[in-house]
């Protein structure tokens, strides 16, 4: 019989019991005296305090009080077993099981034909339970045995922030050694188990490390974005494996499996006594980026070569990046920046001296994707856009000349300035001037726009029009914006300086019209600007997702769709001028730089430009090209910090990439003497 039934049968009996009580003892008529004599009932007046009395009087009372707390046991009980039976089995069955997250496989990271950037492989994890921590002899024999310190062992076995009954990873990539000793001393290694999970691995090491990214534990922030009621928003549980960096954080959402769940039955003091259900994990989808892994490998291979030969030859090199995208629509081939890391350190955790070295200045911060966050004055890059400002805004012709004698004077002898080649270019125009990177040309532009009372700040117009001074958009996290520098900008950053220093003077333009000053920008922001200058007006967003692909099969279910965010149209008589003044930099200006070019069967135009770094002291050199010249496919950039100049170290970096996109590497040598601006 059922054990409520027998609880209901026994209060039911119970308060029959006290009924009968009340009923027999209750209805007394003690308080009324009858006369013998025959005569009616009378009321005997005042209290009867005999015992008698009294007792009956108490019993009826208790009756009372007992039959009414038995009403009330009866009614809890009743709504405890049949109205809310189903609430109180599912908190009862809570308080006796736990449901424990089971980690998910990632999305793996492929390049545009299909190869792996970065998977995932099969790693034996040692595993602990929560009370293994309060035993230090099973704790030292943990540490004896994976060669970890004891402590190390007991903080790694007391984290919780997976779940309380949660297995806690003591250690990854454990040696067969390690599992056959566990195998073999199951007593001596109470409630220590070897899982074998799945790790972040990287078929080509440190490739692409800032495209790509690593990944850690969930952080804080990212914890509390759970808390989001955004669509697709995705859920984290502490102690989750995520995304912080590159590609692993921007499509975070799509690489994130969804983890599988166990249920555990657990006893009162939260110990795991039994293994219940069991949900799968769901992996993560694989993301296909429109990186070349061939091309992306010669980026970084060159720039590690060329900053190898610029400390050889005297100078410093300390940091560098190339970027290479399809102009067309905006996917970017290659990204390489120097210093670089390998993101297998960050699996199984980061100890704290890598991250220190990681992320200080004496490493020159490796961490930094200087394609995308490295802000440097461009230098003679710039005179490209100089040029189509001065044409467009009327402040030069096709006709226009000048005179370079090595130095100019335009706003008076007490304000000389002078131009990178000291002994004098000769006579100048526009397409000389950029062929043979003449300052003297873009300083008369400069005092050109410096009185115009029309529009005094095109070449600022101009350069925002390429898209400096924002972002590009790329979909990849930390992007820097730069710095188109004007009037209004220089009043406001130099608020403590007099107002003669904080107005805008004419040595300003000049120097912002040869990428100096306090002009700032981006490799990538500027490959977007001769994307702009080779398509003839559209530049398409950069991006690095070409596809995500399915769970099942061999289809994709997200395609990147190009978009064109920028429409830079100018008047294609003063495009013609810089595209003959940019190939006189590949052909004409040096036979030594001309003999890099000239072996590739297709035709090029570039951009030299060496910038002086005030805070750093040493320039920084660049080169911007792009190919084929006749109906443009591909824009290349690099630059190369603390180098002699741009001739003599980014032209390499792009040769070397353009050489991979053809198949046709350079077989010059290098040059560290050519001084090119």
Not at 119 to 142: P, Y
Not at 324 to 332: F, K, L, R
Not at 427 to 451: A, Q
């Amino acid at each position: 019989m059922n054990l409520t039934i027998i609880i209901i049968i026994l209060c039911v009996a119970v308060a029959a019991v006290l009924i009968a009580v009340f009923l027999v003892f209750g209805r007394s008529e003690a308080n009324f005296k009858f006369d013998i004599g025959g005569n009616g009932p009378k009321a005997s007046g005042g209290s009867d305090t005999s015992a008698e009395t009294t007792t009956q009087g108490r019993l009826v009372g208790q009756a009372v009080v007992t039959g009414g707390i038995f009403t009330v046991l009866l009614g809890k009980l009743w709504s405890m077993q049949l109205l809310s039976s189903d609430e109180y089995t599912q908190q009862a069955e809570s308080n006796r099981t736990r449901t424990v997250s089971v980690p998910a496989p990632r999305g793996r990271i492929l390049d545009r034909n299909g190869r792996e950037i970065v998977a995932n492989r099969s790693s034996l994890t040692v595993l602990a339970e929560a009370d293994v921590a309060d035993d230090d002899i099973e704790v030292t024999l943990i540490g004896n045995l994976i060669g970890m310190p004891a402590l190390a062992v007991k903080r790694k076995v007391e984290d919780s922030s997976a779940g309380a009954q949660s297995l806690r990873p003591v250690s990854v990539d454990v040696s067969r050694r390690v599992v056959a000793f566990l195998g073999e001393h199951p007593t001596v290694f109470p409630g220590v188990s070897v899982d074998q999970r799945t790790q972040r691995s990287y078929p080509y090491g440190s490739l692409a490390a800032h495209v790509v990214g690593y990944t850690g534990t969930v952080t804080s922030e990212q914890l509390n974005s759970t808390d989001s009621s955004d669509e697709g928003a995705v859920h984290y549980s502490s102690g989750d494996t995520v995304g912080q960096s590159g590609v692993e954080l921007e499509y975070e959402s799509v690489l994130q499996g969804v983890a599988g769940e166990q249920t555990v039955y657990v006893d009162a003091d939260g110990n795991v006594l039994d293994y219940s259900t069991y949900v799968e994990p769901r992996s993560g989808s694989d993301v296909i980026l429109t990186l070349d892994a061939d091309i992306q490998q010669a980026a970084e291979e060159s720039i590690v070569k060329v900053v190898e030969y610029q400390k050889k030859a005297g100078y410093s090199a300390m940091g560098a990046c190339a970027v290479a995208i399809d102009c067309t629509n905006g996917e970017v081939i290659a990204m390489a920046s120097y210093p670089t890391y390998n993101p297998s350190v960050f699996v199984g955790g980061i100890s704290t001296s890598d991250w220190e070295t990681l992320q200080s200045e004496a490493s020159n911060y490796p961490l930094m994707n200087r394609a995308i966050a490295g802000q440097y004055p461009s230098g003679s890059i710039i005179k490209s856009l100089t040029t189509l400002a001065a044409l467009s805004n009327g402040i030069a012709t096709a006709s226009s000349s000048w005179y370079c004698t090595g130095w100019w004077t335009g706003f008076g002898d007490d304000y000389p300035m002078k131009c990178w080649w000291t002994t004098g270019h000769g006579e100048m125009n526009l397409v000389t001037g950029i062929t043979y990177s003449c300052d003297v040309v873009f300083y008369e532009i400069g005092k050109g726009f410096y009185y115009d009372q029309n529009n005094p700040e095109g070449m600022q117009e101009t350069f925002r029009k390429f898209g400096l001074g924002s972002l590009t958009g790329i979909d990849l996290p930390s992007e820097a914006q730069g710095r188109v520098p004007d009037a209004e900008w220089k009043w406001s950053y130099w608020s403590s300086a007099t107002d003669e220093q904080r107005t805008w003077q004419g040595g300003d333009n000049c120097n912002l019209a040869i990428g100096q000053g306090d002009l700032l920008v981006t490799c990538m922001q500027m490959v977007d600007a001769y994307a702009g200058i080779a398509n003839r007006g559209p530049i398409y967003k950069p991006h690095v997702l070409k596809s995500v692909k399915s769970g099942t099969g061999s289809g994709t279910v997200i395609d990147y769709s190009p978009e064109v965010i920028i429409n830079a149209d100018e008047d294609s008589a003063n495009l013609d001028i810089v595209d003959e003044g940019l190939s006189g930099v590949v052909y004409q200006e040096s036979v030594t730089q001309a003999a890099h070019w000239t072996n590739l069967d297709v035709s090029v135009r570039g951009k030299t430009g060496t910038a002086e770094q005030t805070s750093v002291g040493e320039p920084v050199g660049w080169f911007m090209a792009f190919v084929p010249a006749e109906n443009p496919k591909y824009v290349v950039g690099a630059n190369v910090d603390r180098v002699l100049s741009g001739a003599s170290s980014g032209m390499y970096i792009v040769r070397d990439i353009i050489g991979a996109i053809y198949g046709q590497p350079d077989d010059q040598p290098y040059d560290t003497t050519n001084v090119d601006r």
